[in-house]
Structure formats: C-alpha cells, structure tokens
C-alpha cells in the first residue's frame, strides 16, 4: 500500500471538484491518504466537500490523519500532492526538506512551471503514475550561511527558485560585493541581487533579464536587479562554487529572501551561497516536460506570423 500526502491552496471555487475527483482515484488504488493539517480543516469547513463526501470518507476512513510540520510528515509517505499553482509547491518543500519524497503538482493557478499537470489532466496523469508511466525530475536547490548566524534562517536555509538580496526602507540603491570561491567578482550597485538555481531561471530572474537554463544543468545564476552600471549582465556559473555577498546600505538593515521567505539582517552579516547537499523531485510526464512547458507557457512554438 502506498501512502501520499495532499497539500493546497485553498480556493474551494477552484478546488472541490477536482480534489474530490483525486480522492476516489486514491481511494480505487487503495492508496493511505494524509492531509496537511489546516488545509483539512478548511476542507471540512466547505458545505459541498461535508454534504457530499463526508459520509463516503469517513465510512472508508474513520479520520485522515493528518501532519503540521516536517517533524510529523510520515517518514513513509511515498507522494506529496500539491494543489495550487508554483507557489503551492514552494511551500509545499518546508514539509518535505531532505526527506526525497517525490511531488506531484496539479496546476489549479496561471502560469505554472512547477506545478505542470493542469487539473483538467489529473485523472489521466495520476492513473499514468499508478502505471509507471513518468519520469523523476531533481532538481538542485540553493543554500546559504550566515556570519553572524541567523537562528532563524538556520532553521531553513534552502530555496528551490532564487535567494534574492534586496533594500530596505529606502529608495536608494545598496552596493553588494560579489566574491566566487573567495576571489573578488564586483561591486553590484542596484536595487538588489539575485542568485538562481536553473528551477528558479524561469521565475524572478526571468523578469530582470536573466537567461532560461534547463533544470537539470548543474548551474547558478548571478543577476543583478535594475544594475547602475548597464555593462553588468547576468553570469551563469558552476553549482560547485560557494558565492559570498558582503552587503553596504544607507539603512542598518536588508532584506533577504529564499523563494517566499523573507528575513531582515543587519548589514554586517556575510551571505555564504552554495548548493544544497539534497535535491527535490519532481514527478514529469511526457506532454509536460520542460521543452513542452516552455512551449505551452511562453507561446515559443505559437507565432501568429506564421
């Protein structure tokens, strides 16, 4: 028996019926099901999912169980299910961290370059799961250490798309010196920098410029946000160096982010970036790979010339 967890967005517009179609697919395979806690809790709150279901459910299951936290996600859950859109599945990786459970994304959202199942397909592709029929895509996540350490990004020091330097409470631009394994790059005079992992090429960094780069490249991304010197262009580098930020401001703080995760530091820490000793998986099929999203997401192969 095979036991996945479901997380989401909750949008019960959006959600109910394709939720409650991925239920009695799970349940046909006889699948264990664990819910992230609150997620549950609004879904019980939603008159059609009680009215229509609740009686089936807990007749085949007494009460979902359900996690909080990392710590109480089951060490034995072979699936993650996420319902939402990109940012769903961002969230979705402080309950997974280092425990290599694949994802399953089911785009309820727009654009969706994670998250590449639409929810019109999810019967198909999660019978195409239960067949064998996918492929796992890893993706390599980006880390950083703080001098002086910061206990609360210690806790959670990884983002799948981007670690993003940004100002504080002023207008003003700050200066961000840049180093590579310890040798000196530049001085990035801007409103902030931006370093990428090849997942995270298509997000943030795509808006300021930055190059698309397949996700299983080994890569970094170094990219600088409205740069003061127009000579400044994004660098692609190995994932095998350690990149240092030393940080100058007119404020005593900055703002410092790992994908939705925002802290505020003093501007006398250090900034240590590097890749992550682990790797998130993704659940791929076939009709939605990363040349066929490109594709489908950014119109590459719908000229209106031709």
């Not at 609740?54 to 299910?81: G, H, M, V």
């Not at 580098?237 to 007119?250: E, F, M, P, Y």
Request: aromatic content about 12%; some cysteine; proline content about 5%.
């Amino acid at each position: 028996m095979k036991k996945v967890a479901i997380y989401g967005y909750y949008r019960p517009e959006k959600s109910f019926t394709y939720l409650l179609l991925l239920l009695d697919i799970l349940l046909k395979h006889k699948v264990e099901i664990v819910f992230q806690k609150d997620f549950y809790k609004k879904l019980l709150q939603h008159q059609n999912f009680s009215m229509k279901n609740q009686e089936y459910l807990l007749k085949s299951y007494p009460e979902f169980q359900t996690f909080s936290t990392y710590r109480d996600l089951p060490a034995d859950t072979d699936l993650f299910f996420t319902y939402g859109g990109d940012g769903t599945i961002l969230r979705a990786l402080t309950y997974i961290r280092n425990k290599a459970i694949p994802i399953f994304g089911i785009n309820a959202g727009r654009l969706g370059f994670l998250a590449t199942v639409q929810k019109e397909q999810l019967e198909k592709a999660v019978e195409l799961y239960f067949k064998g029929q996918y492929t796992i895509s890893e993706r390599n996540l980006v880390a950083i250490d703080t001098v002086p350490e910061n206990k609360e990004i210690k806790k959670m020091n990884f983002a799948l798309n981007e670690l993003v330097v940004n100002r504080k409470n002023t207008t003003a631009m700050i200066s961000i010196d840049t180093y590579i394994d310890d040798e000196y790059l530049a001085t990035y005079w801007s409103d902030g920098l931006i370093i990428a992992t090849p997942t995270g090429s298509t997000a943030y960094s795509l808006s300021c410029g930055g190059p698309i780069v397949a996700p299983e490249s080994l890569n970094l991304i170094i990219n600088p946000i409205a740069p003061h010197n127009l000579t400044v262009r994004p660098l692609v580098v190995a994932n095998d160096h350690v990149i240092k930020l030393k940080v100058d401001s007119r404020e005593p703080e900055f703002l410092i982010s790992l994908d939705s995760r925002v802290y505020s530091l003093p501007i006398e820490t250090e900034i240590s970036v590097y890749t992550a000793p682990f790797t998130i998986k993704l659940i791929q099929f076939h009709e939605n790979s990363f040349i066929k999203t490109l594709q489908k997401k950014l119109w590459w192969a719908k000229d209106e010339r031709n």
